[in-house]
């Protein structure tokens, strides 16, 4: 069958293998910046078309809110991963949007910045392009946050499967580029992972870790934090401390198999502790895509989140229940919506606030996948930090050229 659409607006960036998106649908759901938000289970955004080339010339280099004007027409294709799809022999011209990478301002002086960034299996072998631009990111764009929760930091000798695990050279690296691009001298902490037992790219042994100014924040290091060591709460007379400073939670626990460990750090803020959960959950690996023949599609990966999430929840009433007052926010990659089970288990018992709840549901989104705007990204905080100011900064997942796949976020606290 020969389809076509005409004027439309592009909802999914050009890929590394020649294919974007389009939506035949333009009043589905859109964002402010151009694109389609997945906002539930029940709505797909069926307008999404994926555009391919049957065509000699090359191919548009579109980002999310450009246009094709005119006509794109071609044979009706179909996949189990894209979807419906037109194998362009007509392509539309591209009408350049001029889409910006956003900036969010920077704290004052009463106000705890913390962030979280994937910086998508970043390691000494990129080229140093890459760490220059997630730097400018983070200096720019992000106005330097106090703390920086990263993900997919890989080992220092990246994806070679040769036995290593410490990731020095990597954290280095960056905070160099930091530092040329005019932000702070930050300091970093994290846990070397057991070798290949934390997913990921193979050999690459992805973690997560913490990067802090020490000008602005300081860290309570308690020793004993190895890879292998469960965190526990200490009562020390109505407040809740750390018993190992950084430590892991449960990392021995089924719920972890093959997948990255969260990292719990104990932070001081003028005075005040600030517990600080980084996350990166299991993938979506092996779920079914929505436009599947399998209807309604099986998200069999939520189980093992659901149980990840189980046990940061956890975690967090244990600090809640030495000391209600207790300040913790919860951060990083969770791979799973706002509307998730994931998610309602990692707020079970009204621990913790997702904070992508308080924007517009228009602004939900830290990830484009397939033409889709979604939320996999998050910030939680406890319900003693009700003074907050959230933004995701959108610098990557509507591009083209990106500097990794996901947008990163922050929120300014006064604790």
Request: negative net charge; without cysteine; proline residues 7%.
């Amino acid at each position: 069958m020969r389809v076509q659409v005409s004027g439309a607006r592009v909802v999914g960036a050009t890929t590394p293998y020649g294919e974007l998106f389009v939506t035949a649908d333009p009043n589905e759901h859109a964002t402010p910046r151009g694109g389609t938000v997945y906002g539930s289970y029940a709505s797909q955004n069926a307008g999404r078309v994926k555009i391919e080339s049957l065509l000699s010339s090359a191919f548009p280099v579109a980002d999310v809110g450009d246009v094709l004007a005119g006509t794109t027409a071609g044979p009706l294709d179909y996949d189990n991963f894209g979807g419906y799809g037109i194998q362009a022999t007509t392509l539309g011209t591209l009408t350049d949007h001029a889409l910006a990478p956003e900036t969010t301002r920077a704290q004052t002086a009463g106000e705890l910045a913390v962030a979280t960034y994937n910086v998508e299996n970043l390691d000494p072998t990129d080229p140093q392009s890459k760490f220059d631009r997630l730097a400018a990111g983070i200096v720019r764009n992000l106005a330097s946050p106090d703390v920086v929760a990263l993900e997919e930091v890989q080992d220092n000798d990246g994806a070679t499967d040769g036995g290593v695990v410490a990731a020095d050279r990597t954290y280095a690296q960056l905070i160099a580029a930091v530092t040329a691009a005019g932000g702070p001298a930050y300091q970093y902490r994290q846990i070397d992972p057991v070798d290949d037992q934390d997913g990921g790219e193979p050999g690459g042994n992805i973690r997560v870790g913490f990067l802090y100014n020490p000008a602005r924040v300081s860290f309570t290091d308690r020793p004993g934090g190895t890879s292998t060591t469960a965190v526990s709460v200490v009562n020390n007379a109505g407040t809740a401390a750390l018993s190992v400073s950084p430590g892991r939670i449960n990392p021995s626990d089924p719920a972890w198999n093959a997948s990255r460990k969260p990292l719990v750090g104990e932070f001081t803020f003028q005075g005040r502790t600030v517990f600080v959960v980084a996350n990166h959950f299991t993938s979506k690996g092996g779920d079914q895509p929505l436009y599947s023949r399998f209807q309604p599609p099986a998200r069999s990966s939520e189980t093992q989140r659901g149980q990840q999430a189980a046990q940061v929840n956890g975690f967090v009433k244990k600090i809640l229940a030495v000391q209600p007052s207790a300040r913790v926010v919860v951060l990083g990659d969770l791979n799973d919506f706002e509307f998730s089970g994931t998610v309602t288990t990692l707020t079970s018992g009204g621990v913790l606030t997702p904070l992508v709840g308080t924007l517009p549901a228009a602004e939900r989104y830290t990830y484009v996948y397939q033409g889709n705007s979604q939320a996999i990204d998050h910030i939680l905080t406890s319900p003693a930090l009700t003074s907050f100011d959230y933004d995701i900064v959108h610098v990557n997942s509507e591009f083209a050229d990106q500097a990794s796949d996901h947008d990163p976020q922050v929120v300014r606290l006064v604790p």
